[in-house]
């Protein structure tokens, strides 16, 4: 299982662009690269998915390099109701048996 | 709806005093999982189940027991609850693990006293 590293917090300001890097250096061929976001003392909640290059949905989008050593989620133009803890999370879909979260990124926005 | 729905929201029990956390899913989902979390200490995995009579320990299972008799109910069994076992707790579910939308409970905030 590949694991990923993330940093521990982050602060931004409203309207702001927000860019959370995960690092997966021992990402494996079949793996895919996902992103959950936690409010305090709610279940995390699937933000977004990709392989390679570059996936967008209505909330963030996902950018994958090449090698895809790491991935950049970026929330762009973040309000308050963005603070929350974000997690990168690695893992196929075949061979995983388990889904295990890292420490996760804690987001504050400021007004 | 698409929804993950754990019973109770809020606990307080005793020492020793047997209890059961339910977790069901209406997606057919076939993995299903228990995690805790504790300050500074995130989400840790406790139990998860690949299918029907398929579970297997996770990070964190001492104290605990699952069961996965139907395919939407996933019930987490604390047989003689300690203090150390207060924690937030969530169900989840989803198609396969890891590389698929998991789908989160609300979470139970359960207290050993």
């Known amino acids: 299982l590949a694991k990923t590293t993330q940093p521990i917090s982050m602060d931004s300001y409203e309207g702001q662009e927000v860019n959370i890097t995960c690092s997966h250096n021992n990402i494996a061929t079949n793996d895919y690269i996902t992103w959950y976001q936690q409010f305090p003392s709610q279940g995390p909640r699937f933000i977004i998915q990709?392989?390679?290059t570059k996936v967008t949905n209505e909330v963030a989008s996902l950018f994958i390099p090449a090698d895809r050593k790491s991935s950049t989620l970026s929330l762009p133009r973040v309000s308050l109701s963005d603070t929350a803890v974000y997690y990168c999370?690695?893992?196929?879909?075949?061979?995983?048996?388990?889904?295990?979260f890292g420490a996760g990124t804690r987001l504050t926005v400021k007004p | 709806e698409a929804q993950v729905t754990q019973n109770p929201r809020y606990l307080i029990t005793v020492t020793g005093k047997k209890l059961t956390v339910t977790c069901s899913q209406n997606?057919?989902?076939?993995?299903m999982s228990w995690y805790r979390q504790d300050p500074g200490l995130g989400l840790r995995q406790i139990y998860y189940s690949m299918n029907v009579e398929v579970t297997d320990k996770g990070d964190v299972p001492e104290g605990y027991k699952v069961s996965r008799k139907e395919k939407r109910n996933f019930p987490l069994i604390l047989e003689s609850p300690s203090p150390n076992q207060t924690s937030l707790y969530f169900c989840?579910?989803?198609?396969?693990?890891?590389?698929?939308?998991?789908?989160f409970g609300q979470g139970t905030r359960l207290t050993v006293v």
């Open positions: 990709g392989y390679k």
């Open positions: 989840a579910s989803s198609l396969k693990p890891a590389a698929y939308e998991a789908f």
């Open positions: 999370l690695v893992g196929d879909r075949v061979n995983n048996n388990d889904m295990r």
């Open positions: 997606m057919n989902h076939e993995y």
